[in-house]
């Protein structure tokens, strides 16, 4: 039987444009000889701030998968990716070590995406992944009827993505958006969904 290569990551959301806090992850990304970083969206505050948040990955020869957030467009996270050799995971997915990402960016708010687009969303990236020993689903926003939901009274989970874990039952879903449940784990049915936070969680698959 062919021995499966272990993976690493650190896996972090809502840095909001924080120069330093970036250059922390990526040191700590370093330290930990993590295979792949993933940034699970509002890398950004409101778009301005797009400078010096990828390059310290980088510049630690650090594989960056990114999705956008509430506080970025989807054209900006492409834009970041391409300039980075970065992938923008937002309706895509990839593979490594055997291990399939598919993901969905933005969030459940009006003029971004509703719960049946986000669905779709990560049907049409998880489709790719299915012959991969592990699925990790990425997204912004949290599941509905969650425990991480229950942190916040106006950052309402999505219906879309609790749908996906439910009919996909991906082994992990890595998600932000909330702030006060910044490293909270739970577990939905088969899957381990876990709020990275700012300050970023180690994973090991």
Request: with cysteine.
């Given at each position: 039987?062919?021995?499966?290569?272990?993976?690493k990551?650190?896996?972090?959301?809502?840095i909001?444009?924080?120069?330093?806090?970036?250059?922390?992850?990526?040191?700590?990304?370093?330290?930990?000889?993590?295979?792949?970083?993933?940034?699970?969206?509002?890398?950004?505050?409101?778009?301005?701030?797009?400078?010096?948040?990828?390059?310290?990955?980088?510049?630690?020869?650090?594989?960056?998968?990114l999705?956008?957030?509430?506080?970025?467009?989807?054209?900006?996270?492409?834009?970041?990716?391409?300039?980075?050799?970065?992938?923008n995971?937002?309706?895509?997915?990839?593979?490594?070590?055997?291990?399939?990402?598919?993901?969905?960016?933005l969030?459940?708010?009006?003029?971004?995406?509703?719960?049946?687009?986000?669905?779709?969303?990560?049907?049409?990236?998880?489709?790719?992944?299915?012959?991969?020993?592990k699925?990790?689903?990425?997204?912004?926003?949290?599941?509905?009827?969650?425990?991480?939901?229950?942190?916040?009274?106006?950052?309402?989970?999505?219906?879309?993505?609790?749908?996906?874990?439910?009919?996909?039952?991906?082994?992990?879903?890595?998600?932000?958006?909330?702030?006060?449940?910044?490293?909270?784990?739970?577990?939905i049915?088969?899957?381990?969904?876990i709020?990275?936070?700012?300050?970023g969680?180690?994973?090991?698959?």
């Amino acid at each position: 039987m062919e021995k499966q290569n272990k993976l690493k990551l650190l896996a972090a959301s809502d840095i909001h444009g924080d120069v330093n806090l970036a250059k922390k992850l990526a040191l700590k990304a370093e330290k930990e000889k993590v295979d792949l970083v993933i940034l699970c969206g509002d890398f950004t505050q409101q778009e301005a701030s797009v400078e010096g948040i990828i390059g310290p990955f980088v510049k630690k020869k650090k594989k960056v998968i990114l999705i956008p957030g509430n506080h970025e467009t989807v054209a900006t996270a492409d834009f970041l990716a391409e300039m980075y050799g970065a992938t923008n995971l937002h309706g895509y997915s990839i593979k490594f070590n055997n291990i399939g990402f598919f993901g969905c960016g933005l969030a459940n708010i009006p003029s971004q995406l509703d719960e049946k687009e986000i669905y779709d969303i990560l049907k049409k990236g998880f489709k790719y992944t299915k012959n991969t020993r592990k699925q990790i689903m990425v997204t912004h926003v949290h599941p509905a009827d969650s425990q991480i939901e229950k942190f916040s009274d106006f950052v309402h989970g999505s219906e879309g993505v609790t749908k996906a874990i439910k009919q996909f039952k991906p082994d992990f879903l890595l998600c932000g958006h909330v702030h006060e449940a910044a490293g909270i784990e739970e577990k939905i049915g088969s899957t381990k969904v876990i709020n990275v936070g700012r300050n970023g969680k180690i994973i090991d698959l």
